[in-house]
């Protein structure tokens, strides 16, 4: 028989009060949310007074494109001068995610209260080319793998059209089981460059003028071209008609006639279609020299004009009734979100201090003067928690004579070099942009010989190493830079 007994514990724990729990959400929170959040406020809270914030990308130059993840063009530090700025391990290459492959005007209408159609549902909606590749897709008759497999192809395409992953790495993405083989990837291949626009899918400006070529009725001149564009592409290009209509056994006014043909194709064909949209960013804290010392600004645009209601403050307190609990909590909270919005823009300042503090080697000479940073050491030198930090350094930014980065950007681990001494990942892939931009066209480097030679300058770093810093930086792999070039 089982008895029960009742048994009293202590335990400790911690938990976060409302106001941290505030204080906390605002400061994780980007500039355009944080710009939203202050609105929504003001518009609840009658405790509340103070000027919106407006982070609207066409409402000034605050905001700048953000292009490829990281750094944007710097411009916004003298429009914030203008505006009154004289007051006082991470490698993140992720894309932005594209659109959805479902296009808006295949949804369901809006009708307004009368059951009319809206003026909205009456304007043109731009289509992108993946939801223009999947809705030809959604009508032909595949099977589900074979529609995955296609899929993965139409989502790899760039804004051009082109297909610039490698074999491995689509086979990679494609997350079947069996796993896909070459052939059927190569099948999926040929089925999306089958579709419309012609020449999508293809992975060079030539394949891409081939699949096009069905467009000329001519037989003849239809080959002549095919030939042109299969083995004197780079003829073509320096316009030499007397070289080709030598090699090819016609005349030059048959090749004329032949080249102007295929200069009527489109060697883009995603740029008939919506590309994805411009992501804007507008930085928190502008980097700027100053007597020789680089000095740390907050972007005056980010930052609120919201204060206390003094007036309806007073008035409540001079009427304040026990059982109106709400407009006591709604005071409370005018308070808290003051003292936090505040407490956000203290941080973002000294994090950013400590950054320039410990990287301005950086902002005199570039990337690979940046030294190795880890997040202990700026909540070390600013009395903060690492997670603070961490809340702190991502999605916000900072504009500097070099670009737009982000705050994250300036952490890199430390990597050992042959001398003992430290170097970052930031400087590392900084160099190998270097080594690469300085390649000679004719014989670039592969990832294997990029790795020798940084271990010659005392650098040890693994190929695999070497080829995940490339594709951070964009950079294609050697064989598509030697067709390239």
């Not at 689509?170 to 079947?176: M, T």
């Not at 950007?409 to 160099?431: E, H, N, P, Q, V």
């Not at 004719?442 to 190493?465: F, I, K, M, N, Y």
């Amino acid at each position: 028989m089982t008895t029960m007994t009742v048994r009293a514990e202590q335990r400790q724990q911690q938990t976060l009060s409302p106001r941290l729990q505030h204080a906390v959400r605002l400061l994780q929170l980007s500039s355009l949310d944080f710009a939203q959040e202050v609105h929504d406020a003001l518009g609840k809270n009658p405790f509340l007074e103070g000027e919106d914030v407006d982070l609207d990308p066409a409402s000034g130059a605050a905001a700048v494109p953000l292009a490829a993840g990281t750094v944007a063009d710097a411009t916004v530090a003298d429009d914030a001068d203008a505006a009154g700025a004289g007051n006082a391990d991470l490698d993140n290459g992720s894309d932005g995610e594209r659109d959805s492959w479902q296009a808006d005007s295949y949804g369901s209408q809006r009708r307004g209260e009368d059951g009319e159609m809206s003026v909205m549902d009456t304007m043109a909606v731009e289509t992108s080319l993946t939801a223009h590749l999947h809705g030809q897709l959604n009508v032909l008759s595949l099977s589900q793998r074979e529609v995955v497999l296609a899929k993965v192809i139409v989502e790899s395409l760039d804004d051009d059209g082109y297909l610039r992953a490698d074999m491995a790495e689509l086979l990679s993405i494609a997350e079947l089981d069996p796993m896909p083989t070459e052939e059927e990837m190569q099948i999926a291949i040929s089925r999306v460059q089958a579709l419309d626009p012609s020449g999508v899918g293809a992975r060079s400006v030539g394949e891409c003028l081939l699949l096009q070529l069905a467009d000329i009725a001519c037989p003849q001149a239809r080959e002549t071209a095919r030939r042109i564009i299969a083995e004197h592409l780079p003829s073509l290009a320096a316009k030499d008609v007397n070289g080709l209509a030598r090699t090819l056994s016609r005349t030059p006014a048959e090749i004329e006639a032949v080249c102007e043909r295929i200069r009527r194709l489109d060697p883009r064909p995603g740029w008939r279609f919506g590309g994805s949209p411009v992501q804007y960013v507008t930085p928190d804290v502008i980097i700027r020299k100053v007597r020789g010392q680089w000095a740390v600004i907050l972007n005056p645009v980010i930052a609120p004009r919201v204060r206390l209601n003094h007036v309806y403050a007073e008035m409540f307190a001079r009427h304040r009734c026990a059982q109106n609990t709400e407009m006591a909590a709604h005071l409370q909270e005018a308070r808290w979100t003051v003292r936090n919005i505040e407490q956000r823009f203290a941080t973002i300042l000294s994090v950013s201090q400590a950054i320039v503090k410990r990287q301005k080697h950086f902002f005199e000479y570039g990337a690979l003067a940046m030294k190795p940073l880890g997040l202990r050491e700026i909540a070390d030198e600013v009395g903060l928690h690492e997670s603070t930090v961490s809340r702190v350094t991502n999605n916000k930014y900072m504009a500097t004579p070099l670009g737009v980065f982000e705050l994250k950007y300036f952490f890199s681990r430390a990597m050992t070099t042959a001398s003992g001494g430290a170097c970052s990942a930031t400087a590392i892939r900084g160099l190998i942009k270097d080594m690469i931009e300085a390649e000679r066209s004719s014989a670039p480097l592969s990832d294997a010989e990029t790795a020798r030679q940084l271990a010659q300058q005392g650098l040890v770093v693994a190929r695999r190493t070497v080829t995940k810093y490339r594709q951070l930086l964009k950079i294609e792999a050697v064989e598509r830079r030697r067709v390239h070039s």
